[in-house]
């Protein structure tokens, strides 16, 4: 339990925000004056070992050295991260670099417990791997952001804005705020608020509607569907556009937008890493495993930065593509199946890669996994009403994937697929940032699971099982399993909703009341909290304070109320003596299943 009886700082208190985006392949950084007008966001596009160049992300790459070396005081077993982002590229790019050192990519994928990832190779837990990472992180944003006007700001005015994807569970949500508290971005003794997560939809939503909502005309009660495909994920969750009364302070003239969740937001694991996987395994199948094996991990690195960097955001399903082989490679034991395909390439140390043969086994079985989701996430508009479909991230500026959909959706589901034409890749990060500055954009989200808690709710001799029946020092009797629901899925939740419970327990018979919290995706709510589909997943220790004048064994009342309109949940305990047990709920329980 943490426990926190700081109030939230009030918004002008804050004067930075700093967003990041934590992502599978690239991460990014941005930042924003709070009481800028109009608000003005700016990117950290300057990185180590990137002298004079400007780059809008960084790769998400952690170098450290085998062995027991270079130990850290945190664990005798945990060793310093020597390299990061393009340092760490460039460190694997020296002499022996692999037997010396560790490379770990795509770490983001093992907060999602449902990928069932193996462990990293270094032993570190996935917090502690996107812990160094984050704090190198934030240690570069912060000496390129106080080279500026922020470094009339102390520290401790600064705001964070951490985004995750849309399918990640509660526990995974909590693991990347640990993360966030361990790398040095805030204390656990600060305002819960100095920190505040964002789905990577909806951040991207943010950055669409804020700048490109002139650009096609959004209208009152317009409908956008966001497909944020990044590298390890593909989110995607549809806004309803509303206009305020009240005037935008940004906009002179034009009045305030709102945005209103309309479908409950969802994802998947199909992101473009999964297209480096088919490549490799298409390489595999064409060069044999007896020459692939002969393959030095360098060499490797070549052929895969080969379909990153040219192959895959050139591809079109129509142009044939080319790769170098490395100079290990003796063409005399490639494959007779490459030799009878030759067109003269293989003597100048290239293979051909057919147009047709990429689709099929690279991009189609991934792409055909992005159709069905946006699918999945249409069927969920009750009125079929969806005026734009924006497509973002890294992934989204694929040629192929835009062709594809609009193929699908074109006309028949969506009246017009938009791609920004700069900063698609930045759309998170930099939608993040206005979060950050105007968290009220947002008026209202889908709850995408059934809450609740164990309650001991009245006891009926013709439903209940008689082993969950008690009788309660008051003489009152109560079913022991009962499941009491806080909220339901696909309610629609306004931010700032507070949901309140009156609980009860008996003064003096317990130092402490624990409030277990259970969750489930069932469409139907249950009515025990050890039904089939119901999941403990958080849980919260209160302890009971000194009340003069109340009796041992006197039912006492307390207060539960908790917050489910936001990124993360949070709940509090309130027993009427001024005492407030306010936290971001412990979610160490097993818990398997998305937000």
Wanted: charged share 25%.
């Amino acid at each position: 339990m943490v426990r926190s009886n700081q109030q939230q700082n009030s918004q002008s208190e804050y004067k930075v925000v700093i967003a990041y985006d934590f992502g599978t392949t690239y991460s990014g950084a941005a930042y924003a004056f709070t009481h800028s007008t109009p608000t003005e966001v700016f990117d950290i596009q300057k990185w180590p070992h990137k002298a004079g160049n400007f780059f809008p992300k960084v790769p998400t790459l952690s170098v450290y050295p085998r062995g027991n070396q270079q130990q850290s005081y945190e664990s005798p077993r945990r060793q310093k991260l020597l390299e990061w982002g393009h340092g760490a590229k460039k460190a694997m790019l020296k002499p022996h670099a692999a037997k010396q050192n560790i490379l770990l990519s795509h770490f983001k994928l093992h907060l999602d417990e449902s990928l069932h990832r193996p462990p990293l190779e270094n032993g570190l837990t996935p917090v502690q791997a996107v812990a160094d990472y984050l704090a190198a992180l934030h240690e570069h944003t912060l000496q390129e952001l106080t080279r500026g006007f922020a470094k009339n700001y102390h520290p401790d005015t600064f705001r964070y804005c951490l985004t995750v994807p849309a399918l990640w569970s509660d526990r995974a949500k909590h693991m990347m705020r640990q993360a966030a508290i361990q790398a040095g971005l805030i204390t656990p003794s600060d305002p819960s608020d100095r920190l505040v997560l964002i789905s990577e939809p909806e951040a991207a939503a943010l950055y669409c509607e804020e700048t490109m909502g002139d650009q096609v005309q959004l209208q009152d009660n317009d409908r956008i569907m966001i497909c944020d495909a990044g590298g390890g994920t593909v989110d995607l969750i549809v806004f309803q556009v509303n206009f305020s009364d009240e005037n935008d302070n940004d906009n002179p003239g034009k009045r305030k937008r709102q945005l209103k969740e309309v479908t409950k937001g969802m994802g998947e694991s199909c992101g473009s890493v999964f297209l480096d996987d088919r490549y490799h395994e298409l390489l595999q199948s064409k060069l044999g495993a007896h020459v692939m094996s002969k393959i030095q991990p360098r060499e490797m690195n070549d052929l895969m930065e080969q379909f990153i960097d040219s192959i895959k955001p050139e591809f079109d399903g129509v142009d044939d593509h080319y790769v170098t082989l490395p100079r290990s490679v003796e063409l005399d034991e490639l494959p007779e199946s490459i030799h009878d395909y030759d067109d003269g390439c293989l003597d100048e140390g290239t293979i051909k890669l057919t147009a047709q043969e990429l689709k099929q086994q690279v991009f189609d079985p991934v792409v055909e996994r992005v159709l069905t989701l946006i699918s999945q996430q249409y069927e969920q508009i009750t009125d079929g009403q969806l005026n734009y479909l924006f497509l973002v991230g890294g992934f989204g500026s694929s040629n192929y994937l835009y062709q594809r959909i609009q193929q699908v959706f074109q006309d028949t589901k969506v009246n017009q697929i938009v791609c920004p034409a700069e900063r698609a890749a930045l759309a998170v990060v930099r939608g993040a940032a206005y979060y950050g500055v105007n968290p009220q954009v947002v008026v209202s989200r889908i709850s995408r699971r059934t809450y609740g808690i164990n309650a001991g709710l009245p006891y009926d001799d013709k439903i209940d099982p008689p082993s969950t029946r008690i009788v309660r020092p008051d003489g009152s009797v109560r079913c022991t399993s009962r499941f009491l629901p806080f909220v339901k899925k696909n309610d629609e939740l306004p931010v700032n909703h507070c949901i309140r419970e009156q609980m009860y327990v008996y003064y003096g018979t317990l130092k402490h009341t624990d409030i277990m919290l259970y969750a489930t995706e069932n469409d139907d709510t249950p009515r025990y909290y050890d039904e089939a589909g119901v999941h403990h997943v958080a849980a919260i220790s209160v302890p009971i304070p000194d009340m003069p004048g109340v009796m041992v064994g006197e039912r006492i009342a307390y207060n539960v109320r908790m917050y489910f309109g936001t990124t993360e949940i949070r709940m509090e305990a309130d027993f009427g003596t001024g005492q407030k047990y306010n936290v971001y709920v412990d979610f160490d329980a097993s818990d398997k299943y998305g937000p």
